[in-house]
């Protein structure tokens, strides 16, 4: 992460999920084992090295929120590691610097990151300190050996180095890669206790512990994380009793049960990779609870509890897509527009399809959110700038922005038609983007265009020469001067309209010429459900924009012309038609043509 507002974004992300894990957990505690109160923490710990995307979120929209806060920040700012109108990235967990810090929210990244360095050396240096205490610690004598070695036999497990330390309340198991097993000095410990650290041994929880650390490093500013690894830890010594538990028999239970109880007034203070029965009062009295409901779970509890971590495992680690609903990108005020700006950074296109669709609807409704949509960030302050004045100072809704030469009065019933998309050799496409018009305006803006009768012209076309390119969306840009016709917008693809050919062969021949000419139209679906339909779409036309569209089928014409020469006795050229529909596969970022 490279901006405090990428931060922010990641530590509220996990948040939520902790505080939906936690509210889970406690309304399953009494029917669920501890081995799953503790497992299912998993899902938070890869949450919290996962980067959070800006296009999905998790239960509230706080790509959205954040973005727009920052849009709203950053604009009295001048930050040298966020810029306005370029949306939040998280592409890994661990703050970096692009640079020196210029401005307030630069500083907090600067202040998060030293927050990092000094919480992880904090947990070095107090496992290092314990290191350096365990230096006064005495090896064990014969005696404690041989009830370790006892103990282990018993239940078959692995022993380590023993040593003894004075002043010490309880056992505890130190060290994550070469782990030692203090005891208290001059005090008998039970073999129950004994059984307990071992028992962390063997399934690493020391390391668990470190890890722990280091992810609540990442996070040290957010009291409510440092609260969740609190009771993370808790959980981990239930588990280990739970494992104790399935080893004893009869008594031995009830007798465990009674050390925990005399360990409840004790002082919880744990080093980071190290282990210990002991975890104060209040945490005991948990503990005591789930050793009353030992064996006492519902059967079949477990395949339940799988069913659970894969049902949230998706929510919580990807996320749910972000569904915008159209008056989303219809802002009236001009205080809407920073939201709706910023939901055009993260609403960005995906497909070839989704950026013409989009950019096409912009212009047909004059708006400009759905136009940003489909546009270079580097274009977003303009838009914004031009829809503000639109809004402030002509009275429009805040997302009117003018289409441009041609049309004012876009017929938005007969949609728009992609003809002829081409994929250059660069990676980008080419294409023409022909929209219907009920008249058109006179070159001054006053009154209509007519024909030599003077009458308006009802019906007409404007054809716009586009490129499509990659940035950090597949984005439109127009490359080439608009065409006005007034040719119908349904006769558009015949020949003899001005929809220039993109796609032509031409051939001489002995007695002749022949030429071959096609075009193509690519089409995404935007009828409305349960309306009447024609042959460009439906007659009710859907203009919600589909950022992630894909083509669903495509006409090609293919027109060919047989020339004679003059001394040919006079012969008329011939023109053969044809006509091929194909349906497309176009769900990749790149066009699979028919």
């Not at 790509?63 to 604009?75: F, N, S």
């Not at 739970?242 to 007798?255: D, K, S």
């Not at 939201?339 to 989704?354: H, K, L």
């Not at 250059?424 to 009768?453: I, K, P, R």
């Amino acid at each position: 992460m490279h901006t405090i507002w990428a931060f922010l974004l990641q530590t509220l992300s996990v948040s939520l999920v902790a505080a939906v894990l936690l509210l889970i957990k406690r309304l399953m505690a009494d029917k669920l084992s501890p081995r799953w109160q503790y497992g299912i923490w998993s899902l938070l710990a890869l949450r919290i090295v996962l980067p959070v995307s800006m296009q999905r979120h998790i239960l509230l929209p706080l790509p959205l929120w954040l973005e727009t806060g920052k849009a709203a920040v950053e604009r009295t700012l001048d930050s040298a590691y966020t810029a306005v109108y370029t949306p939040i990235s998280l592409k890994h967990v661990l703050p970096t610097f692009s640079g020196a810090p210029q401005s307030i929210t630069d500083w907090l990244l600067v202040l998060y990151a030293a927050g990092v360095v000094v919480s992880v050396l904090w947990y070095a240096l107090s496992f290092c300190r314990l290191r350096l205490l365990l230096r006064q610690a005495q090896p064990a004598p014969q005696q404690v050996e041989k009830q370790i070695q006892r103990v282990c036999a018993q239940y078959g497990l692995k022993g380590c180095p023993i040593m003894l330390l004075p002043g010490l309340q309880s056992a505890f198991i130190c060290g994550g890669l070469r782990p030692i097993l203090v005891l208290p000095e001059g005090r008998e410990m039970d073999d129950k206790v004994i059984l307990h650290e071992l028992l962390h041994l063997k399934y690493h929880d020391t390391l668990q512990n470190m890890l722990w650390c280091l992810l609540r490093a990442l996070h040290w500013c957010n009291p409510f994380i440092h609260y969740i690894c609190k009771r993370i830890g808790n959980d981990l010594e239930a588990l280990c009793d739970q494992r104790v538990l399935e080893r004893l028999e009869g008594e031995e239970r009830r007798a465990y049960g009674n050390i925990l109880l005399s360990m409840a007034n004790e002082r919880y203070a744990r080093a980071p990779g190290t282990s210990s029965i002991s975890n104060g009062g209040k945490n005991i009295a948990r503990r005591i609870a789930a050793i009353v409901r030992f064996k006492k779970y519902p059967r079949g509890m477990a395949l339940v509890s799988l069913c659970i971590l894969v049902i949230l495992a998706c929510p919580t680690l990807m996320g749910t897509a972000n569904a915008y609903a159209q008056q989303n990108f219809l802002p009236s005020q001009p205080e809407q527009l920073t939201q709706a700006m910023a939901m055009a950074r993260i609403n960005r296109c995906t497909t070839v399809a989704g950026a013409l669709d989009t950019y096409a609807k912009g212009l047909l409704l004059e708006n400009g959110i759905y136009i940003a949509s489909a546009s270079s960030l580097s274009q977003h302050e303009t838009l914004e700038a031009q829809m503000r004045q639109n809004a402030e100072n002509e009275g429009w809704v805040a997302y009117h922005l003018d289409s441009g030469r041609g049309l004012d009065y876009a017929d938005v019933s007969k949609g728009y038609s992609i003809f002829d998309l081409i994929q250059n050799s660069d990676g980008t496409y080419q294409a023409l983007l022909a929209c219907g018009v009920s008249a058109f305006m006179n070159e001054d803006g006053e009154g209509w265009l007519c024909d030599s009768e003077g009458n308006p012209y009802s019906d007409g076309c404007v054809i716009i020469p586009l490129r499509v390119r990659y940035e950090d969306a597949w984005i439109v840009e127009e490359s080439g001067e608009r065409i006005l016709s007034t040719v119908s917008f349904s006769q558009v693809m015949y020949p003899g309209s001005p929809l220039p050919w993109l796609r032509q062969l031409r051939a001489e021949g002995e007695t002749g010429s022949v030429t071959v000419s096609s075009r193509t139209c690519y089409f995404v679906e935007n009828a409305m459900p349960n309306t009447s339909w024609n042959f460009f779409g439906g007659s009710s036309f859907d203009q919600s924009a589909k950022v992630n569209a894909s083509f669903d089928y495509a006409r090609t014409w293919t027109f060919t012309t047989y020339t004679c020469h003059p001394d040919a006795q006079g012969r008329q050229p011939q023109l053969s038609i044809g006509l091929q529909l194909a349906g497309m596969d176009s769900t990749e970022k790149e066009v699979t043509f028919p």
